[in-house]
């Protein structure tokens, strides 16, 4: 396959009290999507959480139900006021989502497992995409423990894989438990890498994907602070980067509803990434959403052809100079090597001394006896202020040499293409912010009826 267009959605999380509302919910951004011609729609993590919610009836859960569509921006006055009287009888009673949904998984895994099942499958098969799902509290299929569970659903309503999330967050560990290993997912538009939520921040993880022949990197993230969001979007850039890959990342946004206690809403900007070299402004991003807050739909045309062409020219060439097949043994040989290394401790004094083993090799070293370079412990090192001493008169002579800044040399970006979808060819000074996003959903062309 030589190009594809990806459509990344950032979703704001709701309670809808049917599932027929939360399927609606999710049209409006299908119908976008395979409106621009996407063949790959992802969603973000802990989106499908809200596929279980009209399966919980107690009343607690309605009363959350009635407050959320009180909050909503359409909200009629009748709601609002019903919305408002709920909020304050929830608090009183202390209604607790997390806690029902963690009741309803308990006694009825199977049932939640089916209604998100038989959702994104028909959804998948209704606009004939291939459709990651939004992740959710699931019970795995493989062994029937309830994790943080992203799905993966071919155009056809297939179920092709599954993966969960591994670095399980604190907050979570009541109610799911860790996955233990990535792996790929194959499908028709290509062999796909999912990563769920902080597990974007090892660097292992990417690379082990990357070993396994993923063609394409997805970032599920649910992040209930501007710093988690920061670094897991650091993190996705890296992982891109590191492998030389396609790469997207989905936020969620919206009211946190998951937590036991008010807290701050999920926040992020979802991104569709490519390696620096094939992106307008060598940054690593093909397009962004311009809001941390607000849903919309990104999409983008990947070149596959120019990735495969920078495999071969990149002045890093990490596909080349390191064989996929064998870099698993070699990475494993090389931490087995890390954690081989000496180590220094600290003694009760708080002077610093070395393990047996790098005493060992400096006795060896002391005594002119073979020793390997990499036996040697590293005892201590030396720092100086710069500019070093000496470099005054040498300085001031470069500095006399430019009296005036005008006579400095511009400093341009290399000539090169842009992607067919940048019309303008871009300059050393503007700040341009490509955006394709959709701030109120239903307002947009595509964004209500029925399919075009």
Known sequence: ??????????????????????RQDLCRFLRIAVAKRARLVVFPELGGVMAAVPLLQDRRTRLLQRAAGGRRRRATLLQRVVGWVAQGTAAFLQADLRTSLAALLAVAPTDVWQAYVDLFSSLAQEFSVTLVAPSAYLPDPADGVIRNLAVVFGPDGTRLGCQAKVMIHADDQDIVRPGSTWDVIQTEVGALGLILGSDVLYPEVGRLLAYQGAELLIALGACPSIELYQKERTGTLARVQDNQLFGLVSFL????????????AFVGRSAILAPQELTPRLNGILVEMGNQRSEGVLTAELDFVALKNLWETSETPVRKQVALGGAGDLLAKLYQRLQALPRLTVSASGA??????????????????PIDLDELPVISSLTSRWPLAGSDESLELQLEQVTNLSELPAHRLPARSTPASYKTQLSPTEEVI?????????ALPGASGERT
């Open 253 to 264: 946004v919206g009211d946190n509803e998951l937590r036991r206690v008010r807290t701050p």
């Open 352 to 369: 610093e001394t070395t393990t047996l083993e790098a005493q060992d090799a400096l006795h060896r070293l002391l005594t002119n006896a």
């Open 1 to 22: 396959m030589d190009r594809l267009i990806v459509a990344c959605v950032q979703q704001r999380i709701r309670l809808p009290q049917t599932g027929e509302e939360y």
């Open 434 to 442: 490509v955006e394709d996003e959709t701030d109120e959903m239903d």
